[in-house]
Nanobody
Framework: QGYVEESGGGLVQAGGSLRLSCAASGRTYTSGYTSYSMAWFRQAPGKEREFVAVFSWTGRTYYTDSVKGRFTISRDHARNTVYLQMNSLEPEDTAVYYC????????????????????WGRGTQVTVSS
């Protein structure tokens, strides 16, 4: 079994920065025998959950277009933790941010699909005021 838990959300003014953290736990992600990817999704009020960024088990990172150049995903393998550094935040970034993890291999850009992920956190609120 595997679990992920987010932290680090909050309220920030437009143009500000926040860093989210997500720690993975459970045998699936901490045994050392499984390669897995960790990603961030977000869901704004009245909208569907959308992909933000992923740090794949191959070491590659991918971002949705709207955050490229502003957000950076990084990973501390020793701590089973992934981070999302968010700079130049905009009111449109306001959402609940969810961490997700999966041991599945991606194909044809499937990392953007929520169905590809097996473990989800409860989410952390990020609010950007104008």
């Amino acid at each position: 079994q595997g679990y992920v838990e987010e932290s680090g959300g909050g309220l920030v003014q437009a143009g500000g920065s926040l860093r989210l953290s997500c720690a993975a736990s459970g045998r699936t992600y901490t045994s050392g025998y499984t390669s897995y990817s960790m990603a961030w999704f977000r869901q704004a009020p009245g909208k569907e959950r959308e992909f933000v960024a992923v740090f794949s088990w191959t070491g590659r990172t991918y971002y949705t277009d709207s955050v490229k150049g502003r957000f950076t995903i990084s990973r501390d393998h020793a701590r089973n933790t992934v981070y999302l550094q968010m700079n130049s935040l905009e009111p449109e970034d306001t959402a609940v941010y969810y961490c997700a993890a999966t041991a599945r291999a991606f194909s044809n850009g499937s990392y953007t699909r929520a169905q590809e992920y097996d473990s989800w956190g409860r989410g952390t609120q990020v609010t950007v005021s104008s």
